[in-house]
Nanobody, 122 residues
């Protein structure tokens, strides 16, 4: 069992930056690949980015590539999402999730955080 808690969301103007954190409980965090998803009001939850268990591989949705960066610090049981050049269309609840293998398929993720709100104003 893995418990995930996101933090760092908030209100930011277009063009600004935010850094989200996802803190994991348990001593098995390093064995999981981690992903970030987001869900805007009235929309389906969508894949944003993912990182392998050792940080050696990453994958990004086209909508955030070159603007967002995922990273992890296994010693701190934490995964991060650095979001730069934010756009109003980035507004959503952001969720971190854990999976046994690097994937963008939402149903492969076994554990989920509660989400953190990111609002980008124009």
């Amino acid at each position: 069992q893995v418990q995930l808690v996101e933090s760092g969301g908030g209100l930011v103007q277009a063009g600004g930056s935010l850094r989200l954190s996802c803190a994991a409980s348990g001593r098995t965090f390093s064995s999981y690949a981690m992903g970030w998803f987001r869900q805007a009001p009235g929309k389906e939850r969508k894949f944003v980015t993912a990182i392998s268990w050792n940080g050696g591989s990453t994958y990004y949705a086209d909508s955030v590539k070159d603007r967002f960066t995922i990273s992890r610090d296994n010693a701190k049981n934490t995964v991060y999402l650095q979001m730069n050049t934010l756009k109003p269309e980035d507004t959503a609840v952001y969720y971190c999730a854990a999976t046994k293998v690097l994937t963008d398929y939402i149903h492969d993720y076994d554990y989920w955080g509660q989400g953190t709100q990111v609002t980008v104003s124009s």
